[in-house]
């Protein structure tokens, strides 16, 4: 009887531990269960996708979560029409869509950054890492776009947290400065991302604002990332500004002066916002015209 009861309670045990196992296997599984709905939810409530969503005057945007696809129907006369469908693939959310359809590659950056809101990522970091791998040329394993026999297939990693291990070297470059022009007199806009590094310059040959901004606290990666674009962009006295300006520090030289954030001055100027968790360095070139020359020496 003695031998029962044990057998009895020995059953029971291995019993308890299989629901324990199961219930256990269970948590396990629920964050990959839930991660579309996740991250279903973050995308529907982001400000920056609801705003691209109204820019489309005749055009209707839907989104709905289907098992583990989120799919986004749009409906009007923009050019924007059909259903694009971003479906959980192993640890990649995937999806196809004609070449040339740039649809699913808009939508694809606002799940982007729903990944990151779910995960607690920063969005622009993400961004700033595939740019640089990207520019770069580098294995990239976060994103792919590749398209091959009329199809466009985007890949987003989305199985956890991404590991940002050997990216952080990674700042403006040659590169990453491919397609920005030598400043001449009339004004323009340059913006770049690449890696910790985000940047933009407004302005022309005698008078430009540059803001560098990098991901935490300003490194050598911000100092190598203003010297590059200026070196690039040559506003006029650059050749002096380079000499001079070996470290960081807050400076007003011959024609240029340099502060740490962005002074409300700049800001005014224009409509550049800077990203959260970025620390900023501004550069401001303001070259003497004759005609200023000319009041100052009466």
């Known amino acids: 009887m ?14 308890a531990l299989l629901l324990i196992s199961a219930s256990c296997s269970g948590k396990t599984q629920e964050p990959q269960a839930n991660l579309m709905q996740g991250i279903f939810e973050k995308l529907t409530a982001n400000e920056d996708y609801l705003e691209w969503k109204s820019g489309f005057s005749s055009t209707t945007i839907e989104e709905k979560l289907d098992g583990d696809s989120i799919v986004v129907s749009a409906e009007g006369e923009e050019g924007v029409n059909g259903d694009y469908t971003f479906t959980l693939d192993g640890d990649y959310i995937v999806n196809v869509s004609d070449e040339g359809d740039y649809t699913g590659y808009s939508v694809m950056t606002f799940i982007k950054g729903a990944v990151a809101d779910y995960y607690g990522m920063n969005n622009m970091l993400m961004s700033g890492y595939i740019a640089g791998l990207e520019s770069a040329g580098m294995e990239n394993k976060l994103f792919a776009n590749e398209t091959a026999d009329g199809k466009n297939t985007i890949k987003l990693y989305a199985a956890g947290e991404w590991k940002m291990d050997g990216l952080d070297d990674m700042y403006v470059g040659e590169e990453s400065l491919e397609y920005c022009d030598e400043l001449g007199e009339n004004p323009i806009s340059f913006y770049v991302n690449a890696g910790r590094i985000t940047a933009a310059s407004i302005g022309s040959a005698d008078q430009l604002d540059l803001m560098v901004g990098e991901y ?76 200023a020359a000319e009041e100052a020496n009466g």
């Open 2 to 15: 003695k031998r029962i009861r044990l057998i009895i309670i020995s059953l029971m045990t291995v019993a």
């Open 216 to 291: 935490g606290e300003n490194t050598d990666k911000t100092l190598k990332a203003i010297l590059a674009i200026v070196n690039k962009q040559k506003p006029d006295g650059y050749e002096k500004f380079i000499s001079e300006f070996t470290e960081l520090k807050e400076v007003s030289g011959d024609g240029y002066s340099v502060s740490f954030g962005i002074p409300e001055e700049v800001a005014a100027n224009h409509e550049y916002k800077p990203s959260e968790g970025y620390k900023y360095v501004t550069v401001v070139f303001s070259a003497e015209t004759p005609e």
